[in-house]
């Protein structure tokens, strides 16, 4: 069974910074492009950022380069997602998911995500 597990957000001021990680299992990690989700109130999930199978390809989303930085440990079957300079507006639930298009509506079944709260 394929499970996905994010954590490491929490409330932060703006200006910090958080650390999300996305533990997989139930899949063969290191063979799948990975990409990190979010889903702010009142907005449907948006794209956030990939990774390739092996971290040598990295795409962002706009509003978040230069600030965000994904990253991956195929050892350790996670996907990482270091957010700094944080913003009211990056307020939501993050997820993470296998694969490397930009719809969200392209994805299978989603984790629980870990939400993210950043005071003005």
């Known amino acids: 069974q ?16 958080l650390r999300l990680s996305c533990a997989v ?14 889903q702010v109130p009142g ?3 948006e794209f956030v950022a990939t990774i390739s199978r092996f971290g040598g390809n990295r ?15 195929n050892a350790k079957n996670t996907v990482y997602l270091q957010m700094n300079s944080l913003k009211p507006e990056d307020t939501g ?17 989603w984790g629980q995500g870990t939400q993210v709260t950043v005071s003005s």
């Open 93 to 109: 639930v993050y997820y993470c998911n296998f694969g490397g298009s930009k719809d969200p509506n392209q994805y299978g079944a």
């Open 2 to 17: 394929v499970q996905l597990v994010e954590s490491g957000g929490g409330l932060v001021q703006a200006g910090g910074s």
């Open 25 to 38: 299992s139930g899949r063969t990690f290191s063979t799948q492009t990975m990409a990190w989700f979010r």
């Open 43 to 45: 907005k449907e999930r």
């Open 59 to 73: 795409e962002y989303a706009e509003f978040v380069k230069g600030r965000f930085t994904i990253s991956r440990d």
